[in-house]
Structure formats: structure tokens, C-alpha cells
């Protein structure tokens, strides 16, 4: 059988993926779905595909669909670089005006709205039904769209919102989890789900390994116009084992998000 399996075209989901890439015939029981951690989402909550490292509360918004891979998250050790607000104001000064929020992750949407309501008590206006445009006081940018963003310098103000979480919660932020749709648990799959789970593992070992040549790759199927020391010092900070803090850390953003009804129930955090 074939495992679908979600792959999210970003450079910090590189080092998941550097190891497939032009390996088709070698992992014949693997397809990738590509797409941005909302549309992956969407996909895996009705079996479109069977895993992916998607956007973290895309579980919680249905957990009895999934489990969680108990090894692998995209988180950080201090910042992130990936996930910022990008502001004409200061953060405290934020209260009525306009922010747009990205469509690409809901889980970097709402904890930017957690950060508003709770930590700072700010209330903008959010928006992500129309596109950017010079008439917003700040946008939410995600990925390499946020790495862009930081190296153009367009706004006078950027918040890295793993630091602000880290600053006021004391535990690194998990963006993104592996989730595992349970039509993926039956001896149909299971196999090839074991296996692939090892396999991403493995890339990750050798991205870290020889992280140049790993990244050559990667970007020779996803180009991105940075300086090549940018994106190599970029995996310095981003970190990808599901430790026991960020175990924590995404339990306590859960309650968070159902707090302020982004979901609609706490969920426990249940691992293959």
C-alpha cells in the first residue's frame, strides 16, 4: 500500500524531507501531497493523506482523528525566525488597528491573537479574509515568507513569536507536530507508516550531519532567495525532537486556544 504523506515546501521542513527528494523509485510505498500546514490540515482531518507535520492545533480541532508521532515537532531552543509579526507599532500600541494574519498556518494565527488578548491586552483588528495591503498596520508572516520579510526590512517593528511565548510561558513553542490520521494504524498501513517514521528520522540525522549539502539540495527543488549563511544559521535555533517541555509547552497552548475558542475542546495529547 502506499502512505500519503503530507510535505510542507518550507526550509524549516527540509531536514524532514532533504532525503526523499529524487528517491522515488527507492521508496515506492511513499507519495508526498504538497501544500502549505493549513491545507495539509484540511487534508489529513477528512484522509486525504495520512501524516504530516502540520500546523500543531490542527490536531486539537479534531484529536479523536489522530495521533501524534511521540519524537518529531518543528519547534525552537530560543527563537523560531519563521513565525513573526511584522509592525508599523509597537506591539502594546496594537489596540483597533489592522493585522493581517496568514491562511497558511492556524496555529501561528492564534497564538498571535493569545499573545494580544493575554499577554499584552490588546485587542487589533484581525484580518485574513482579504489580501495585504498598505492599508494594514501589521501582518502575520509565516516560513520563507517571514525569513523575506525580516531581510527587507519593510516594517520598523518584528516580534518572533517563539521568543514571546518563551519569555512569558518559560517553554519553547511547537509549531507544528507530526499528526497521523488512525486510517494510517491498520495493518493496512502500519507497516509502512513504521517504517517512513524511521526514515524521516534518519533525514533529520543526516541533514544535521552535513547540513550544506543537505540544504544544496533542498533548494535545488525549492529555491529561495537568501543569503546562504542566513539559511544555514536558520537551523541553529529551529530544533525538531518532541521533548518533554514542548510536550508541556503544546498542552499548555491548547488549553490557551480553548480558553479563547479556538477550539472546541481541550485535548490530551495522545502518541503512537
Known sequence: MVLR??????????PFFHDFLGKETKYPSYSFVEGPPSALVSLLRVGEIHLAPASSIGYALTPEKFVLAPDLCTSCKLEVRSVKLFSHYPFEQLS????????????SAALVQILAELRYQVRP?????????????????????????????????SYDLASLWLD????????GAWSIHRSALTSEYRSELDAFLDDVTLSVTHFREDRKASLTKWLSYYPVVLPQTIMENYYNVIDYSFTDDRKLSLSLFFSLCYKMGFIPQNPQLVFL
Request: charged share 20%; with cysteine; net charge negative.
Open 5 to 14: 504523506i503530507g510535505r510542507i515546501p518550507f526550509l524549516v521542513c527540509a
Open 96 to 107: 483597533s488597528r489592522r493585522v493581517h494574519l496568514t491562511t497558511q498556518s492556524r496555529t
Open 125 to 157: 483588528e484581525f484580518v485574513s479574509s482579504v489580501p495585504f495591503d498598505s492599508t494594514f498596520d501589521a501582518r502575520l508572516l509565516i516560513g520563507d515568507e517571514a525569513l523575506l520579510e525580516d531581510v527587507a526590512g519593510t516594517f520598523e517593528f
Open 168 to 175: 512569558w510561558q518559560g517553554l519553547p513553542f511547537v509549531f
